[in-house]
């Protein structure tokens, strides 16, 4: 199960941010420890991605952290952009890499097995 993602808003400079969570900021400014020993340490993936939205990151900066994925990114953009919920944003931003997919596949599939492109093509995909 993925964590949940963070809502976003614009900040007093009108950059799109995730609401960040005055605990973990807290306990991130008053620790003991910084960015970069966290960095360090073996975290999940998913957990990694869920800090940077719990910290306030903003959501260009959310894009190019090498951890985040395409989904939770694409998902993050469609609920900023959309006002959509989480949930949502997450099945529209599968069901548009899942149609990307059957695209790329159409016609490899076609040769392996000898069928015309044009019979692969699914409606959800045009």
């Not at 990694?48 to 998902?75: H, P, T």
Request: proline share 3%; charged share 30%; glycine share 4%.
């Amino acid at each position: 199960m993925k964590h949940p993602i963070q809502p976003l808003a614009k900040d007093k400079q009108g950059v799109m941010r995730f609401k960040e969570n005055a605990i973990v900021r807290h306990l991130l400014d008053n620790g003991g420890i910084d960015l970069n020993k966290l960095a360090m340490l073996d975290f999940s993936k998913d957990d990694r991605i869920q800090f940077a939205q719990l910290i306030g990151y903003s959501l260009s900066g959310f894009a190019e952290l090498s951890y985040v994925d395409n989904e939770s990114y694409e998902a993050a953009e469609l609920m900023s952009r959309k006002k959509v919920s989480a949930a949502d944003a997450r099945a529209k931003s599968n069901a548009a890499l899942l149609a990307s997919i059957r695209k790329a596949l159409r016609k490899p599939v076609s040769e392996l097995y000898g069928i015309h492109p044009d019979d692969l093509t699914n409606r959800e995909d045009e």
